[in-house]
């Protein structure tokens, strides 16, 4: 059988990036840590760290229990709470990318509250790739994402699929553009790089005329016939108008939205959050933009 305290402490330490922040999370010694390190290498059988200078790395058996580990040490969590039946009640800190909660959020938002009135939800909006820093840090219990997976990046369980679109103003033709006059996110934006590579591949000429991690202001360019830019389908707007591959715009790859949880704060209000969020994107409905 494996140890679930050793589990615990294995995700702390490949969450933190060293035994030392992982020890003081888990509120144990440096010297403890080790120890059940060691322990459960033994019983997997294989090495799931090796030295990098005077850091540890994950091997790649090691990347391998990681995953089992998150899914057994969140099973417990869920077990537990599923048998308490103190009513919901406490802060749980939520995160999110600003187009997602414009989307989003009032359902969840509304769901969660009448059905549990004595919780609190804190929400942080932030580009994804913030959310995956403050879920790390345990500045965050539970966060909706853009799910991109990157090697040493705690993964997100995805929960909805929709189509990348291309969107201009329903009431101009600025695609018509010679150069394509593009608004899109930050250099990092998934969504940015997919466009530009695409445009890229069927040789059309643009250029990147508003670039914002905000997207009433990406849509605002879009609404005011200045630009083109990308969205998801759910994130459409009235007045926006999705341009197609007759048009001479490339099919875009599809958008994952994920949910991506704190090992730390796996508490009963984390967890009912939770729930209100996979029912309600599930259930959602996409808006109808313009003819």
């Known amino acids: 059988m494996l140890d679930l305290d050793q ?10 990036g060293s035994f030392t922040r992982a020890a003081q999370t888990v509120n144990k010694t440096q010297s403890a840590v080790s120890m059940q390190m060691r322990r459960l290498e033994e019983r997997i059988g294989r090495p799931i760290f090796a030295r990098d200078g005077r850091m540890s790395r994950l091997t790649e058996n090691g990347e391998r229990l990681l995953h089992y580990a998150r899914r057994l040490v969140q ?4 077990t537990i709470a599923a048998f308490d039946e103190t009513e919901v009640a406490g802060l749980v800190r939520l995160g999110t990318p600003d187009d997602y909660a414009d989307r989003f959020l009032p359902e969840i938002l509304a769901r969660f509250s009448r059905s549990n009135p004595k919780a609190e939800v804190s929400v942080v909006c932030a580009p994804t790739p913030n959310l995956f ?7 965050l219990d539970v966060a ?4 991109v997976w990157k090697k040493g990046r705690k993964e997100a369980q995805v929960i909805r699929r929709e189509p990348l679109l291309w969107v201009a103003s329903a009431r101009h033709a600025v695609e018509n553009e010679e150069v394509l006059p593009l ?3 930050r250099a990092n934006c998934d969504w940015r790089k997919a466009a530009l590579a695409a445009l890229n591949d069927v040789g059309r000429e643009n250029r990147l005329l508003y670039s914002s991690w905000n997207s009433t202001a990406v849509g605002a360019a879009v609404l005011a016939g200045l630009a083109v830019s990308v969205l998801p389908e759910s994130a459409l707007r ?6 197609c591959e007759a048009e001479g715009f490339p099919k875009l790859p599809d ?9 730390r704060q796996n508490t009963r209000v984390t967890e009912a959050l939770v729930e209100h969020i996979l029912s309600s994107l599930d259930n959602l409905s996409v808006p109808l933009a313009a003819e």
Not at 7 to 16: D, G, H, Q, Y
Not at 144 to 147: L, M
């Open 144 to 147: 909706i994402v853009t799910h």
């Open 133 to 139: 820093e403050l879920v790390a840090n345990d500045e």
């Open 183 to 185: 608004a899109l996110g």
């Open 255 to 263: 958008c994952d939205i994920g949910i991506l949880r704190s090992w």
């Open 7 to 16: 589990l615990r402490t294995f995700v702390a330490i490949a969450e933190c």
């Open 75 to 78: 099973l417990n969590d869920e």
């Open 238 to 243: 009235p007045g926006m108008r999705v341009l």
